[in-house]
C-alpha cells in the first residue's frame, strides 16, 4: 500500500492565522480526500482533490475557509484559513488505492 | 451511499474471537461493505470488503448475509492491540469504476479487548 507523509503531524496556533497541511504520497494516486476529526468525533469528509480540476467539498465545506491544491499526483495540501478555536481537530489525508484507501497519520491542530 | 447500524461499545477477551455486527439493511446492489479501524491517535486503517461474498485476509473475515443486509467482521483470535474504533461502511463505486468514491463515516464500534 502506499505510504503517506503528513506534515505537520501537529501545530498550535493563534486566531486569524492560517495553516497549511501537506501530504505526500510515495505512489501517483488519482484520487486524495482530506477529512476533519474533530474531538470525539468521528471522521467528516472536507473535500475530494483530484489532479487538474478543481477541489469538490461536501456540504458545510467551502473553498475560501479551505483551500487546497492538487498540484500533481503525489501531493496536496489542505489550507486552514482565518483559524479559530472551533478549528481545533485533526486533519487528515488519505488516498483511495483501489481496493481501499490509506490515511495519513493526522495534523493535529490546536488554535487559541 | 447507504447508512450503517454498529453497537456503540463491544468487549473481547484476549484470544477469543470477537464478532462485530453491522446492520446495512438499505444497501444497494452495487455498494460495497468496507471495514476500517482505528487506534488511538492514528489515521483509520483499512480491514477488509466485500460485495456478496465472504472474505478473508490475513486481519480479519467479513460475512455478509445472503440478503446483504448486515454484516459480520470476525477477527479471529483478538489481542490487546486490536483495541480500536471500528466503522462499517458502504460505499459505491464511482462513475468510472475505477476506485470506490468517498467514505461516509458513522460513529463506529468501540472494541476493548482485554487480558
Known amino acids: 500500500s502506499a505510504v503517506i507523509s503528513q506534515k505537520p503531524s501537529r501545530d498550535i496556533c493563534q486566531r486569524g492565522t492560517s495553516l497549511t497541511i501537506q501530504c505526500q504520497v510515495d505512489s501517483q494516486v488519482t484520487m486524495m480526500f482530506w477529512y476533519r476529526q474533530q474531538p470525539g468525533q468521528s471522521l467528516t469528509l472536507i473535500a475530494t482533490a483530484n489532479q487538474g480540476s478543481e477541489a469538490t467539498y461536501e456540504s458545510g465545506f467551502v473553498i475560501d475557509k479551505f483551500p487546497i491544491s492538487r498540484p500533481n499526483l503525489t501531493f496536496s495540501t489542505l489550507t486552514v484559513s482565518n483559524m479559530s478555536p472551533e478549528d481545533s481537530s485533526i486533519y487528515l489525508c488519505s488516498v483511495d488505492e483501489g481496493w481501499g484507501d490509506t490515511f495519513g497519520s493526522g495534523t493535529r491542530l490546536t488554535v487559541v | 451511499d447507504a447508512k450503517t447500524t454498529q453497537p456503540p461499545s463491544m468487549d473481547c477477551a484476549e484470544g477469543r474471537a470477537a464478532n462485530l455486527p453491522c446492520n446495512h439493511s438499505?444497501?444497494?446492489?452495487?455498494?460495497?461493505v468496507y471495514w476500517y479501524r482505528q487506534i488511538h491517535s492514528q489515521g483509520p486503517q483499512y480491514i477488509i470488503h466485500?460485495?456478496?461474498n465472504n472474505e478473508t485476509n490475513e486481519m480479519a473475515s467479513l460475512i455478509i448475509t445472503e440478503d446483504r443486509k448486515s454484516s459480520t467482521l470476525i477477527l479471529p483470535h483478538a489481542t490487546l492491540r486490536d483495541t480500536a474504533v471500528y466503522y462499517c461502511?458502504?460505499?459505491?463505486?464511482?462513475?468510472?469504476?475505477?476506485?470506490?468514491?468517498?467514505?461516509?463515516f458513522g460513529q463506529g464500534t468501540i472494541l476493548t479487548v482485554h487480558p
Open positions: 461502511i458502504v460505499r459505491v463505486p464511482n462513475a468510472g469504476g475505477t476506485s470506490y468514491g468517498k467514505l461516509t
Open positions: 438499505t444497501i444497494s446492489g452495487n455498494e460495497y
Open positions: 466485500g460485495l456478496k
